[in-house]
């Protein structure tokens, strides 16, 4: 008799992988562990939230009451209009700043772009509260430009001046990043065309460039109310009798005990953040390609009066980022601001001893490695899980665990960090959960970070995975390897520039966050970020500035010994990328 030939592709597979199931199983078994995990540590806490949200006091089920209330308490509600107000404001100012920002990057022939483009990133790589110190040093009661305020008729920083200011210089990178990306891809063939028709550079911008860029436009204003509306550290230093949903998030169930009312705070909190994520899902499935395969790159041209125009453009931009950054240095060093100003360590001797930061610091150094390396290799596994292992054998299983890590994968980006931490405190401090011993650990905060940020290391291993032929696996599948020999010996090696990526932004990120575990560190596990707000409660504001700038230093330290290893990786394992001729 004949054999019988498999039909489809997918018949092929099967049939190559008749004698490998074993470790076809070891995969989804892997995946289901991913999958449970994502669950316990992202979903039930979330779940947690709901359920003492609908409870009184006593665990009763009371339904909408604890909302209702919440709509009757006129500072409750003031709290809401303030923080979208805010949020308004400061996305009305940053997203045309940063819009220009990235045309000046991307459509002019100025020099010292990378020098302008790393300035930017500066906010990256300190907690958010340093914007607002430094604007108490440059506006505050002493500030040295105070009367500056007063000719402005703005009475203090404290409020919503300082709540602005701050966010701007802390949220104008993300911003950045986006538009950037947005303007980066253009057809040159458009201009082109409206050159030869004798188009105005004022028509081209309002009819090709904005146009073409509305959609990034879109997902930078969304991404920046977001980020403002559930900021922590900035309103929590500067914003003094202010208040907004995230602050009153904290007083609630820092100060008052009262988790439930926190519960609805966190939910109002969320929503914005939902709905960011759902508009965002759907522009960028409306958005079309910019560079199909015939269009041609743009590229610049050199325009004198432009170029000087956009340059003293990114300068001022530039100066002020520093001027935010050099204000926080000058204040760390000063020895009594503002009345003796010679330069000494007794700020920082003062936070890593009195203080006892320097064990906070420890603290922070290992939950940023923790994360780095946990949250790499949990978001690339998953990745890889999810995109190249196989199926099961016509079965429903697989693709539901896979439809599971999927979207929960998804969801840490529309769930601020205060709402996540507040889950945990919920669901970990539970009685008879089994997972209970982790509350008030180090290992705790640690998981508790790799989930905030979980989303963006998780698009990143996608974008890194997708660009892989699948013929790798199949291959393997013919020749009946396990599929982790071919994720160890193949897909590791060729990756590993991104796994560089993931890692770094997990590190930096794990050392400038607040609000991911302001509710979740005890004595013994305090981090250095929460150090700050505390001397800043204390009045020391002076020591909050040194500590500060030890979390700069030690970010931008690890984000150029990052850039090294990416330097010896990319020479190491990235040769046949080269073509030689």
Same mark, same amino acid.
């Given at each position: 008799?004949?054999?019988?030939?498999?039909?489809?592709?997918?018949?092929?597979?099967? &049939?190559?992988?008749?004698?490998?199931?074993?470790?076809?199983?070891?995969?989804?078994?892997?995946?289901?562990?991913?999958?449970?995990?994502?669950?316990?540590?992202?979903?039930?806490?979330?779940?947690?939230?709901?359920?003492?949200?609908?409870?009184?006091?006593?665990?009763?089920?009371?339904?909408?009451?604890?909302?209702?209330?919440?709509?009757?308490?006129?500072?409750?509600?003031?709290?809401?209009?303030?923080?979208?107000?805010?949020?308004?404001?400061?996305?009305?100012?940053?997203?045309?700043?940063?819009?220009?920002?990235?045309?000046?990057?991307?459509?002019?022939?100025?020099?010292?772009?990378?020098?302008?483009?790393?300035?930017?990133?500066?906010?990256?790589?300190?907690?958010?509260?340093?914007?607002?110190?430094?604007?108490?040093?440059?506006?505050?009661?002493?500030?040295?430009?105070?009367?500056?305020?007063?000719?402005?008729?703005?009475?203090?920083?404290?409020?919503?001046?300082?709540?602005?200011?701050?966010?701007?210089?802390?949220?104008?990178?993300? &911003?950045?990043?986006?538009?950037?990306?947005?303007? %980066?891809?253009?057809?040159?063939?458009?201009?082109?065309?409206?050159?030869?028709?004798?188009?105005?550079?004022?028509?081209?911008?309002?009819?090709?460039?904005?146009?073409?860029?509305?959609?990034?436009?879109?997902?930078?204003?969304?991404?920046?109310?977001?980020?403002?509306?559930?900021?922590?550290?900035?309103?929590?230093?500067?914003?003094?009798?202010?208040?907004?949903?995230?602050?009153?998030?904290?007083?609630?169930?820092?100060?008052?005990?009262?988790?439930?009312?926190?519960?609805?705070?966190?939910?109002?909190?969320?929503?914005?953040?939902?709905?960011?994520?759902?508009?965002?899902?759907?522009?960028?499935?409306?958005?079309?390609?910019?560079?199909?395969?015939?269009?041609?790159?743009?590229?610049?041209?050199?325009?004198?009066?432009?170029?000087?125009?956009?340059?003293?453009?990114?300068?001022?931009?530039?100066?002020?980022?520093?001027?935010?950054?050099?204000?926080?240095?000058?204040?760390?060093? %000063?020895?009594?601001?503002?009345?003796?100003?010679?330069?000494?360590?007794?700020?920082?001797?003062?936070?890593?001893?009195?203080?006892?930061?320097?064990?906070?610091?420890?603290?922070?150094?290992?939950?940023?490695?923790? &994360?780095?390396?946990?949250?790499?290799?949990?978001?690339?596994?998953?990745?890889?899980?999810?995109?190249?292992?196989?199926?099961?054998?016509?079965?429903?299983?697989?693709?539901?665990?896979?439809?599971?890590?999927?979207?929960?994968?998804?969801?840490?980006?529309?769930?601020?960090?205060?709402?996540?931490?507040?889950?945990?405190?919920?669901?970990?401090?539970?009685?008879?959960?089994?997972?209970?011993?982790?509350?008030?650990?180090?290992?705790?905060?640690?998981?508790?970070?790799?989930?905030?940020?979980?989303?963006?290391?998780?698009?990143?291993?996608?974008?890194?995975?997708?660009?892989?032929?699948?013929?790798?696996?199949?291959?393997?599948?013919?020749?009946?390897?396990?599929?982790?020999?071919?994720?160890?010996?193949?897909?590791?090696?060729?990756?590993?520039?991104?796994?560089?990526?993931?890692?770094?932004?997990?590190?930096?990120?794990?050392?400038?966050?607040?609000?991911?575990?302001?509710?979740?560190?005890?004595?013994?596990?305090?981090?250095?970020?929460?150090?700050?707000?505390?001397?800043?409660?204390?009045?020391?504001?002076?020591?909050?500035?040194?500590?500060?700038?030890?979390?700069?230093?030690?970010?931008?330290?690890?984000?150029?010994?990052?850039?090294?290893?990416?330097?010896?990786?990319?020479?190491?394992?990235?040769?046949?990328?080269?073509?030689?001729?």
């Amino acid at each position: 008799m004949s054999a019988v030939l498999p039909t489809t592709p997918a018949q092929a597979q099967t &049939t190559v992988r008749q004698n490998a199931h074993w470790s076809d199983r070891v995969a989804h078994a892997v995946l289901a562990l991913v999958a449970l995990a994502l669950v316990a540590f992202l979903a039930l806490p979330l779940l947690s939230i709901l359920l003492h949200a609908l409870q009184g006091k006593d665990g009763e089920f009371v339904g909408a009451h604890n909302f209702i209330e919440y709509a009757r308490n006129p500072a409750l509600l003031g709290s809401l209009w303030n923080s979208f107000w805010v949020s308004t404001v400061v996305t009305a100012i940053v997203v045309p700043l940063a819009f220009g920002f990235a045309y000046a990057l991307t459509r002019s022939c100025m020099r010292l772009k990378p020098l302008f483009r790393g300035i930017t990133l500066i906010p990256l790589l300190a907690p958010s509260l340093l914007s607002a110190i430094s604007l108490i040093y440059w506006f505050g009661n002493q500030g040295v430009l105070k009367s500056w305020l007063v000719h402005a008729g703005i009475d203090s920083i404290y409020g919503a001046p300082g709540i602005v200011i701050g966010e701007c210089f802390a949220i104008f990178p993300h &911003t950045l990043m986006i538009l950037v990306s947005a303007l %980066a891809l253009a057809d040159a063939r458009l201009y082109e065309a409206a050159d030869a028709l004798g188009t105005s550079r004022a028509r081209k911008f309002f009819t090709i460039t904005l146009p073409g860029a509305k959609y990034g436009l879109i997902s930078a204003a969304l991404v920046t109310f977001t980020l403002v509306v559930t900021d922590f550290g900035i309103p929590k230093v500067i914003g003094g009798n202010f208040n907004v949903l995230a602050t009153d998030i904290f007083k609630l169930v820092i100060g008052q005990q009262d988790f439930a009312k926190g519960s609805v705070v966190a939910i109002l909190l969320l929503v914005p953040a939902v709905v960011t994520f759902a508009v965002n899902h759907l522009v960028s499935r409306r958005q079309t390609a910019m560079l199909t395969a015939r269009a041609v790159p743009y590229s610049p041209k050199h325009s004198p009066g432009f170029d000087r125009a956009m340059t003293a453009y990114c300068t001022l931009i530039a100066l002020l980022m520093l001027a935010m950054i050099g204000m926080a240095v000058f204040a760390s060093f %000063a020895s009594f601001w503002p009345y003796k100003l010679e330069p000494s360590l007794r700020h920082y001797l003062l936070g890593l001893n009195d203080a006892e930061a320097g064990e906070a610091f420890v603290n922070s150094l290992m939950m940023a490695g923790g &994360t780095a390396v946990f949250g790499t290799i949990l978001v690339f596994c998953a990745a890889y899980l999810m995109e190249k292992t196989p199926g099961g054998r016509g079965g429903w299983a697989v693709p539901a665990l896979r439809g599971i890590v999927g979207g929960l994968a998804m969801l840490p980006m529309a769930v601020p960090g205060l709402v996540l931490g507040l889950g945990y405190i919920f669901f970990f401090n539970a009685p008879g959960n089994p997972l209970g011993g982790l509350y008030h650990t180090l290992a705790l905060l640690t998981l508790c970070t790799v989930v905030h940020f979980y989303t963006t290391g998780h698009l990143t291993a996608v974008t890194a995975l997708k660009s892989l032929d699948g013929e790798f696996e199949n291959v393997s599948a013919s020749l009946k390897v396990p599929f982790f020999k071919t994720f160890l010996r193949v897909t590791v090696p060729i990756c590993l520039p991104t796994l560089v990526d993931i890692a770094r932004y997990f590190f930096v990120n794990a050392m400038t966050t607040i609000s991911a575990v302001v509710f979740l560190y005890s004595p013994e596990t305090k981090v250095a970020s929460v150090t700050i707000l505390n001397l800043d409660e204390a009045g020391e504001i002076g020591a909050a500035a040194a500590m500060a700038m030890l979390i700069f230093a030690v970010s931008t330290v690890a984000t150029l010994l990052f850039m090294a290893v990416a330097w010896w990786v990319q020479r190491r394992t990235q040769a046949w990328r080269t073509v030689t001729r």
